[in-house]
């Protein structure tokens, strides 16, 4: 005798909005990137740079204000390892606040470099150094852009947020390897 077929039950599994959640985020940072690569490429440089008081021009301006942006990108991967315990032994209360901080300086330090950039400069690519800083400068704002939409968002799956941080990092190592580091072997240390 054989045994009548049990009924098949339909199990409806929730969706999984790990990558719905982080896709408009990341759009929108793709498209902060372009568009600044757009612009960059179809604004006329005016050669009319912005300069910061204190520097004796505004190559030395930019080198320096990346250079402590770099300095500070330091802090954040320190602080976010710590955050995420991947420090041993290091479980410091105020980690997140230097984190926020600490990013937030660093952001408003390039703020003036990429205006020199984008209004006076434009998207250049006379060198692969000046193609790869111009392809780092647009990426690394649309990174950041996605990373500040990102952290929004719940649900998101745990390597979400250091994946897109780790890019915002290597950009701006990439763009002060680029621009500082270069502008400092080639003019030395000037303010």
Excluded at 99 to 126: D, I, K
């Amino acid at each position: 005798m054989t045994q009548p077929d049990e009924p098949t039950q339909v199990t409806h599994r929730a969706p999984d909005l790990g990558l719905a959640v982080i896709l408009v985020p990341v759009a929108v940072g793709a498209v902060v990137a372009i568009v600044l690569g757009v612009y960059g490429r179809l604004h006329e440089p005016t050669g009319i740079a912005v300069n910061v008081a204190g520097f004796s021009g505004p190559q030395s301006a930019k080198a320096w204000l990346t250079t402590l942006a770099f300095l500070l990108a330091l802090v954040q991967l320190v602080s976010a390892l710590g955050m995420w315990g991947r420090l041993p032994g290091i479980e410091l209360a105020w980690m997140p606040v230097l984190h926020c901080w600490s990013g937030r300086v660093a952001v408003l330090l390039t703020v003036p470099v990429m205006m020199h950039c984008l209004y006076a400069l434009g998207f250049q690519s006379a060198t692969p150094r000046v193609l790869i800083h111009s392809f780092l400068g647009c990426f690394f704002f649309g990174a950041f852009a996605a990373k500040m939409l990102l952290l929004t968002r719940r649900g998101l799956p745990g390597w979400a947020i250091p994946v897109i941080g780790g890019l915002v990092f290597t950009s701006l190592v990439g763009l002060w390897l680029t621009s500082s580091l270069w502008f400092f072997t080639t003019f030395g240390l000037t303010l």
